[in-house]
C-alpha cells in the first residue's frame, strides 16, 4: 500500500501556472476574477516574490493539490491566494497550507497576518476562526470587490 503524504513546497517559477489555474478555478467557481487577482495571478514573480512576498504549494502523492501565498502589504503580511484542487478537497491541504503559513510566519517574527474573505465561503471562515484568525473591520477602497470579511491573526 502506498502512503499517501502532503508536501509543502516553496515557489518556483515553473510551478506558477498551478497558482494560476488553480486561484482562477475557484474564483469562477464561487465569483470571478477580479483585474487585481489577474494582474497577481499571472504575474506571481513580479507582483508576490519580488516585493518580498512567498507563495508555497502542498503536493500530495508528488502532484500539487493546493497553494497559498503570503503577499507583502505595505504595511503588514496578507495570507491570500489559497486554493486546493477539487481533486484534493477534504484531505485537510488546506489546513496544512494555513498551519505552514502561520508557523512560517512566527518564525519570521511578524506581529500578525491578515486575510480578507467573504462570508458565503463558510467553510474557509470557519477554518480561519480555528486556527484563531478573528474578525476585524474592512478598510475604504479595498483591492478586492468581492470581500466583505477581514481577520486578523495575532502572533504574539
Not at 57 to 69: D, L, P
Given at each position: 500500500m502506498k502512503i499517501k503524504k502532503t508536501e509543502i513546497v516553496a515557489y518556483q517559477p515553473e510551478l506558477s501556472h498551478h497558482f494560476y489555474n488553480l486561484n482562477v478555478a475557484w474564483l469562477e467557481k464561487y465569483f470571478y476574477v477580479e483585474p487585481y487577482d489577474e494582474k497577481v495571478l499571472s504575474n506571481p514573480q513580479k507582483y508576490v516574490i519580488d516585493p518580498g512576498g512567498f507563495?508555497?504549494?502542498?503536493?500530495?502523492?508528488?502532484?500539487?493539490?493546493?497553494?497559498?501565498?503570503?503577499?507583502k502589504q505595505k504595511t503588514f503580511f496578507e495570507l491570500s491566494k489559497m486554493a486546493v484542487s477539487p481533486k484534493y478537497q477534504g484531505l485537510k491541504i488546506g489546513e496544512k497550507l494555513m498551519l505552514f503559513c502561520i508557523d512560517f510566519a512566527r518564525n519570521q517574527q511578524w506581529k500578525s497576518i491578515?486575510?480578507?474573505?467573504?462570508?458565503?465561503?463558510a467553510p474557509a471562515i470557519n477554518l480561519y476562526k480555528k486556527m484563531g484568525f478573528i474578525e476585524i473591520p474592512v478598510e475604504?477602497?479595498?483591492h478586492y470587490k468581492r470581500s466583505d470579511i477581514k481577520m486578523i491573526l495575532e502572533l504574539n
Open positions: 507563495i508555497f504549494f502542498a503536493k500530495y502523492n508528488n502532484e500539487i493539490a493546493g497553494v497559498v501565498s503570503i503577499i491578515i486575510l480578507y474573505s467573504h462570508r458565503s465561503l475604504e477602497n479595498l
